[in-house]
């Protein structure tokens, strides 16, 4: 099945910073990687997605890159702000099945 | 209008007892899911409905048992509860065709604590 490697696990940046994280996964198959975001105590919410006919996708502050012939895919925040600091996931399907996600990366933002 | 509702919010209860929990969508999905989050705040898929047909049994324990009433309701019943089953259930929803295929769609969750 399907194995989806998230790093880091802990990341802390300043505010005005840049935060990246990386994720590999092993199923070439696989063609739909969404990042969901959760705050302490909330449920993930899909911040972004990115399907395997695009390289990458941009969203305001937010941006996700494919690579498919090395099977990893990266989110990149700019900016980041202390809002941003939550827990981010990773997740990996072959369309809509069943969704893999990553151990998770929490993110700091310290102002 | 939540999307998503799942009851109870909360759990506490006894090792040895049963308990369910609710999951209702109001999304018009046709694919309903129950995760499991546990203090290492990892996600790991335990069932998946498709239009009330069980599509994913993970390996979880025959304690745990999904019912799904109809495509907007997936219930989770758990028996004979241990210390390991406490965790944060979370219930989800996506549609299998169309606009924003594969996205999940996730409950405020369920806390669980068995003492």
């Known amino acids: 099945g399907e194995n989806v490697e998230q790093h880091p696990s802990t990341l802390s940046v300043q505010e005005g910073d840049s935060a990246v994280i990386k994720c590999t996964y092993s199923?070439?198959?696989?063609?739909?990687f969404p990042w969901y975001k959760q705050e302490l105590g909330k449920r993930p919410q899909l911040i972004i997605d990115i399907r395997s006919n695009v390289g990458e996708k941009k969203d305001q502050r937010i941006a996700v890159t494919l690579n498919k012939t090395a099977k990893h895919f990266s989110l990149h925040i700019t900016e980041t702000q202390p809002e941003d600091s939550a827990v981010y996931f990773c997740a990996a399907s072959i369309g809509a099945g069943k969704s893999t996600f990553g151990d998770g990366t929490t993110l700091t933002v310290k102002p | 209008d939540t999307a998503v509702s799942q009851t109870p919010k909360y759990l506490v209860t006894q090792m040895g007892n049963d308990k369910s929990i609710k999951c209702e969508q109001n999304?018009?999905?046709?694919?309903m899911y129950w995760y499991k989050q546990d203090s290492k705040k990892f996600l790991k898929i335990m069932f998946s409905?498709?239009?009330?047909?069980?599509?994913i049994n993970e390996t979880v324990p025959n304690r745990f048992s999904p019912k799904s009433p109809d495509k907007a309701h997936l219930n989770l019943h758990i028996n004979s509860l241990e210390l390991g089953d406490s965790a944060v259930y979370f219930c989800?929803?996506?549609?299998?065709?169309?606009?924003?295929?594969?996205?999940?769609?996730f409950g405020e969750g369920s806390r669980l604590t068995v003492l």
């Open positions: 409905y498709n239009n009330k047909e069980l599509i």
């Open positions: 999304l018009g999905h046709d694919t």
């Open positions: 989800a929803s996506s549609r299998t065709s169309g606009r924003n295929t594969g996205e999940l769609f």
């Open positions: 199923d070439s198959a696989s063609n739909y």
